[in-house]
T-cell receptor, first 114, second 114 residues
Framework: KAGVTQTPRYLIKTRGQQVTLSCSPI?????VSWYQQTPGQGLQFLFE???????NKGNFPGRFSGRQFSNSRSEMNVSTLELGDSALYLC?????????????FGSGTRLTVV | QKEVEQDPGPLSVPEGAIVSLNCTYS??????FMWYRQYSRKGPELLMY????GNKEDGRFTAQVDKSSKYISLFIRDSQPSDSATYLC??????????????FGSGTQLTVLP
């Protein structure tokens, strides 16, 4: 059974650019969440999608956005990149959003902004 | 003050030791409690999740929840060098409708010495 797949694994971008990250959840999982992980702040919740609808959003600026497609695949976009956006971006999928079966994480996309 | 507090360590123990990892929380709305293990350059991997106060055992791992004290623990018996990783506690609460959000501790870095 394939796990959560995130692409690309590594990215280097210049300040001011924008970036799109992709996440393919486990087959059958309809909930996809995104997290930002940094050494200083740890894992912080960005947003959650379920059946193409954003159900929840964390405390991040509007430069961070996402969407989910009909096949449950999800993308997140960061516009006008800042140096502080350098982080590991993790995607997690879950079978149902109203049950704590646990979330399965991908290996993440490591974004470096220079 | 963070909603979830976790001692960042680092924690170093000899092989075979019993390891105790702990988290405290302040938000009574947390309903589900999880422990994740994260190896370097990988996404977090779900180890255990619990709902009610008490103990839950799975092999060498025991998760303990005390809702009255807002305190959770993970015990690792007969620790192995392969257990060397960062351990993250996580807690889930309902935010709106059926949406849930995970809040993570900062993680404890564990090294098991052969």
């Amino acid at each position: 059974k394939a796990g959560v797949t995130q692409t690309p694994r590594y990215l280097i971008k210049t300040r001011g650019q924008q970036v799109t990250l992709s996440c393919s959840p486990i087959s059958g999982h309809r909930s996809v969440s995104w997290y930002q992980q940094t050494p200083g702040q740890g894992l912080q919740f960005l947003f959650e999608y379920f059946s193409e609808t954003q159900r929840n959003k964390g405390n991040f600026p509007g430069r961070f956005s996402g969407r989910q497609f009909s096949n449950s695949r999800s993308e997140m976009n960061v516009s006008t990149l800042e140096l502080g956006d350098s982080a590991l971006y993790l995607c997690a999928s879950s079978l149902e959003i109203d049950r704590a079966n646990g979330y399965t994480f991908g290996s993440g996309t490591r974004l470096t902004v220079v | 003050q963070k909603e979830v507090e976790q001692d960042p360590g680092p924690l170093s123990v000899p092989e075979g030791a019993i390891v105790s990892l702990n988290c405290t929380y302040s938000n009574s709305a947390f309903q589900y409690f999880m422990w994740y293990r994260q190896y370097s350059r990988k996404g977090p991997e779900l180890l255990m999740y619990t709902y009610s106060s008490g103990n839950k055992e799975d092999g060498r791992f025991t998760a303990q929840v005390d809702k009255s004290s807002k305190y959770i623990s993970l015990f690792i018996r007969d620790s192995q060098p392969s257990d060397s990783a960062t351990y993250l506690c996580a807690m889930s609460r309902r935010t709106s409708g059926s949406a849930r959000q995970l809040t993570f501790g900062s993680g404890t870095q564990l090294t098991v010495l052969p």
